[in-house]
């Protein structure tokens, strides 16, 4: 039976090991994503049964991220605070991480807290003659590796234990406590295939399978014990994650197999690239969500960039800026691509752009400040201008937000592009030389461009008419009077108009920053 014909149930099953990773959030996005489409239940689940690779704080952070990027779920951990338990029922209160409520009828919904459970499903598999108890130590593991890697053979478990121990000499040992794990028998000679969602159909032979372990030293599970078992017993019907799991979706695939459960079906999500086709790594760059929301991109933003790395929405489809309902509806398996998928970073940039103009001055003002805050041209206006009261300063910034919205791309770039907002301006004076004009005729288009702001009443100080009055004394040839201005008003080859830059800078600035242009030649 075609797992959509039940209810649909995901699972997000991250490791506690650091900052949301951009790849892993593609993963939660597109389980919400088919979660959501079909009216299915969405679960996060933490997998942190690694205790050398635990990081304190990690699985609180993880989902603080979560919530914060709107992907709610309905099953698994939550913070314990108001706004994210009122009405949810089941709850009881993590033993392993003070502070977490565990929301949902299939809990524990962390894998420390279900060790138990692992250890009873193991013994099953060895009572079944499915699993075995293995007492290589690694100092006989590590030899068995440097020969096969001497003899180019696969690295694969050899059976030691399997072959050459008698049920009394494992009894024996088990009485002694001496240290051991559970391992995988693999059958030879079989070929496992299954139909990947965005692969078709794929196989392995278990040849080329190790006899993985299940149980470790330590009683605590592997990932391929734990995962399975997990998804079972929470009745998972798709599971979706990254490529890099496929190998180990036939050692899944056994253990089903081995227990007498249905398998789920399986979708396997493209590599994340960076732009020289390399894996996505931190050596390149920020890779966790963190990263991006600390520099200014929107959420939303992300969500949309991400959606896109390695989907689309079919159909000749151009569009490229999503709401959140909007990939829900369109949202399809199917288009999600086999190949890797580049990560960037002038796409998320140029996506959120597109949300930043969307925003009010009020929004892009609040959004912004703390990012203001840190830019050194910013302090240095701020002290220096200690007479303007919080309001008329809230409006100054709101004027270069208003002309600066249309050009920014993340928070952080805030005010980079226009310094001259901020500080005093120091240029040679030959950059107010415009083609072919000599000194004297620009001094004459900077003495029309102060007469024509002088005129202008401080009441009506809009760049619509600071735009029609130096327009109308401009004449035919505009740049001879607009590009002295320009450089007089910056300093700058490049800005917004002048129009822009003197209704923000204000007429008592503008006709002095003129005055000593005019003065500078």
């Known amino acids: 039976m075609n797992n959509l014909e039940k209810k649909v149930r ?6 506690p090991t650091g900052y949301m990773h951009i790849g892993n959030f593609r993963t939660a996005l597109y389980n919400f994503l088919f979660a959501k489409k079909h009216s299915g239940s969405f679960l996060i689940r933490i997998e942190d049964t690694d205790q050398s690779r635990f990081v304190e704080g990690a699985t609180e952070k993880l989902l603080q991220s979560m919530e914060f990027m709107d992907l709610d779920w309905d099953e698994g951990p939550y913070i314990n605070n108001q706004n994210t338990t009122d009405n949810r029922q089941h709850q009881e209160e993590s033993s392993s991480y003070p502070g977490i409520l565990e929301v949902g009828e299939h809990g524990p919904y962390i894998q420390s ?3 138990e459970l692992y250890q009873k ?6 009572e079944k003659g499915k699993a075995y108890y293995c007492f290589c130590e690694p100092e006989r593991l590590e030899q068995m590796r440097e020969m096969q890697q001497k003899e180019k053979l696969p690295p694969k478990y050899d059976h030691y234990c399997l072959k050459n121990l008698s049920p009394q000499q494992i009894n024996e040992n088990l009485r002694n406590n001496c240290k051991h794990v559970v391992r995988l028998k693999v059958p030879e000679d079989e070929t496992i295939e299954f139909v990947d969602a965005i692969r078709g159909k794929v196989s392995f032979s278990t040849n080329t399978i190790d006899d993985q372990v299940l149980l470790k030293s330590d009683g605590f599970p592997t990932y391929h014990l734990a995962n399975v078992i997990d998804d079972h017993l929470m009745k998972i019907t798709h599971v979706i994650r990254g490529e890099d799991w496929l190998p180990s979706t036939p050692k899944h695939i056994l253990l089903y197999r081995a227990f007498g459960w249905q398998e789920p079906e399986f979708a396997h999500l493209p590599l994340l690239l960076n732009t020289n086709k390399s894996k996505l790594s931190k050596r390149q760059g920020d890779i966790a969500v963190e ?17 896109m790395l390695g989907w689309n929405p079919g159909e000749g489809s151009v569009q490229e800026i999503f709401s959140m309902e909007e990939l829900v509806e369109k949202f399809d398996l199917s288009h999600v691509h086999k190949a890797g998928a580049v990560f960037d ?3 998320l940039d140029w996506i959120n752009s597109q949300y930043i103009k969307k925003l009010n001055i009020d929004q892009l003002y609040e959004m912004t400040l703390p990012f203001f805050k ?5 302090v240095s206006w701020d002290m220096e201008h200690e007479h303007l009261n919080k309001e008329e300063k809230v409006q100054y910034l709101k004027k270069v937000l208003t002309v600066e919205k249309e050009r920014l791309s993340k928070f952080e770039d805030v005010g980079d592009e ?14 107010l030389v415009w083609k072919d004009l000599t000194h004297s005729q620009i001094k004459e288009s900077l003495e029309k461009s102060k007469a024509a702001l002088t005129g202008i009443d401080n009441n009506d100080w809009t760049k619509e008419i600071i735009e029609k009055e130096l327009l109308a004394v401009a ?10 201005l320009r450089v007089a008003l910056t300093g700058a080859q490049k800005s917004p108009s002048p129009f822009e830059c003197a209704w923000v800078l204000g007429k008592d600035e503008s006709l002095n920053r003129i005055e000593k242009a005019h003065k500078m030649l």
């Open 291 to 307: 990263d991006y929301l600390s520099r200014g991109y929107l959420k939303e933003a992300i969500v949309n960039f991400v959606a």
């Open 374 to 378: 840190k830019k050194e041209s910013y």
């Open 418 to 431: 226009n310094p001259y907002f901020f500080l005093d301006i120091k240029y040679d004076k030959n950059l």
């Open 121 to 126: 499903y193991a013994l099953e598999l060895i």
């Open 345 to 347: 970073l002038k796409k």
């Open 10 to 15: 995901v699972r997000f099953a991250p490791s």
């Open 113 to 115: 807290e279900r060790t």
């Open 475 to 484: 004449g035919e040839n505009r740049g001879n009077l607009l590009w002295p």
